[in-house]
């Protein structure tokens, strides 16, 4: 069975540009997860979708950043304009139900954005 | 205080050592307990679920102390493919949260 997948593995792009990336669950996962990852303040959650509507968007961090889920198999994430701040690895993940129902979230390969 | 907290490391052992990772959560409403583990430059993977009961796969033993909001990972007869990032995540509602990961690097 194909796992998650995200788009593109990596992006490079200069300050100011606007940046999209890609994901498609595990069929049949009701949650989705995108986090961002870096050195300095580990893994973070940015927003979670439960059957394409945005539950908690809590961890977006500013305006800039802007998530949609318009399909069941299908989510964006978009910076714009990016700043070289946004440098880090976006992962995308996908659970069949909710975490205090014990269900287990498997992620995506990753993007690594570099905003120069 | 942040909700998962985990020793940083690295834990440096040789092959064979036994080696064990802590964890403490916050919110007392915890309701699952995971393992992950992530490799440099991967995604993170689920190396275990972790019961009430405590449970043990292979080598790998998890335990959870409620009354304490603690939970642990043993790792028995370590193997150099061991080393890696060990992430504890607690779940509550809808929500997963990660510690910030423990680092093992099993030496030759």
């Known amino acids: 069975d194909a796992g998650v997948i995200q788009s593109p593995r990596h992006e490079v792009t200069e300050m100011g540009q606007e940046v999209t990336l890609r994901c498609k669950p595990i069929?049949?996962?009701?949650?989705l997860f995108w986090y961002r990852q870096t050195m300095m303040r580990g893994l973070e959650l940015l927003i979670y979708?439960?059957?394409?509507?945005?539950?908690?968007d809590s961890g977006m961090p500013e305006d800039r950043f802007s998530a949609k889920m318009p399909n069941a198999s299908f989510s964006t994430l978009k910076i714009q304009p990016s700043e070289p701040r946004d440098s880090a690895v976006y992962f995308c993940?996908?659970?069949?139900?909710?975490?205090?129902?014990?269900?287990?979230?498997?992620f995506g390969p990753g993007t690594r954005l570099t905003v120069t | 205080r942040k909700e998962v907290e985990q020793d940083p490391g690295p834990f440096n052992v040789p092959e064979g050592a036994t080696v064990a990772f802590n964890c403490t959560y916050s919110?007392?409403?915890?309701?699952?307990f995971f393992w992950y583990r992530q490799d440099c430059r991967k995604e993170p993977k689920l190396l275990m679920s972790?019961?009430?009961s405590g449970n043990e796969d292979g080598r790998f033993t998890a335990q959870l102390n409620r009354a304490s909001q603690y939970i642990s990972l043993l790792i028995r007869d370590s193997k150099l493919s061991d080393s890696a990032t060990y992430l504890c995540?607690?779940?509550?509602?809808?929500?997963?949260?990660f510690g910030p990961g423990t680092r093992l690097s099993v030496l030759p």
């Open positions: 993940a996908s659970s069949l139900g909710p975490a205090g129902l014990s269900y287990e979230q498997y």
């Open positions: 069929s049949g996962h009701d949650y």
């Open positions: 979708f439960n059957n394409n509507v945005p539950i908690d």
């Open positions: 919110n007392s409403a915890s309701q699952s």
């Open positions: 972790v019961y009430s």
């Open positions: 995540v607690v779940g509550y509602g809808q929500n997963f949260v």
